[in-house]
């Protein structure tokens, strides 16, 4: 039986990490949080019936959106993805996105 090592579980942990941001991005987009590629502000606004925020998928703001975005077009995503042997170029292909300078 082989012992797992240290490394293997950080690459599991990798793996989990982005594997978990395409799912908030599928989410958040099938529901309409993004338009064109960015966030949709509108999305967030408080209800008419409630008067409470919407949350899709536990996220307080449009911010946390902004950050999802921010990881899948930027540099942390092409790290994880190098520590895992993914290719970044296909996981943004896949979701629509382009890698671009984040601001």
Not at 16 to 36: E, S, T
Request: proline share 2%.
């Amino acid at each position: 039986m082989r012992q797992i090592e240290v490394s293997d579980a950080l690459i599991v942990l990798a793996e989990a990490i982005i594997l978990q941001a395409v799912d908030d991005f599928r989410g958040l987009k099938a529901r309409g949080a993004f338009y064109g590629g960015e966030v949709n502000d509108g999305y967030w606004e408080r209800r008419e019936d409630s008067g409470g925020l919407k949350c899709p998928l536990n996220l307080r703001s449009s911010n946390d959106a902004r950050e999802l975005l921010v990881f899948l077009n930027g540099w942390a995503l092409e790290f994880l993805c190098d520590l895992t042997g993914h290719k970044p170029c296909r996981i943004r292909k896949v979701l629509g996105l382009k890698r671009r300078a984040v601001k």
